[in-house]
């Protein structure tokens, strides 16, 4: 909680509530859109189902030395930043599942970690064997 640490900046902070509180709807929408995706499409791919739960945990607004804007702003990033790392692992799981060719090297890119095994990009020979010899 940096912003307590500058109270000079209290009224930057309440200036931006509409922004940040204005996504709050976006995800809400989001979330409802990646689980009808996840439950549809992983289980046409025959993927396992990622457990929500390892991922989204909302626990700081039992804290009883907290105000109560603090425990919103608990509840607001435990949902959103737990939402986000959930649509990860399912975007990651697709990307496995319909790619797996890593991006083009590039020092200013940050490779996520499920693309650790990916096919490097341009490597036709390691294409070939990891997937083309399976059709035959």
Same mark, same amino acid.
């Given at each position: 909680?940096?912003?307590? +640490? ?6 930057? !902070? ?14 809400? @929408? ?7 995706? $996840?439950? @549809? ?12 739960? +390892?991922?989204? +945990? ?8 907290? !105000? ?34 890593? $991006? ?14 990916? =096919? ?9 064997? +990891?997937?083309?010899? =399976?059709?035959?």
């Amino acid at each position: 909680m940096d912003f307590k +640490k500058y109270p000079e900046r209290e009224f930057t !902070s309440i200036f931006t509530i509409p922004f940040i509180w204005g996504m709050f709807i976006f995800f809400i @929408i989001f979330d409802i859109a990646l689980e009808i995706y $996840h439950q @549809i499409c992983f289980r046409l791919f025959k993927l396992p189902l990622v457990d929500r739960k +390892k991922y989204i +945990k909302i626990d700081r607004h039992k804290l009883n030395y907290l !105000s109560f804007p603090d425990k919103l702003r608990c509840v607001y990033c435990g949902y959103v930043n737990g939402l986000l790392a959930y649509a990860e692992k399912i975007t990651g799981d697709t990307e496995k599942y319909w790619c797996a060719i890593k $991006h083009e090297k590039d020092d200013n890119f940050v490779e996520p970690a499920h693309q650790r095994d990916f =096919v490097e990009f341009g490597d036709e020979a390691e294409f070939v064997t +990891k997937f083309e010899n =399976v059709k035959k």
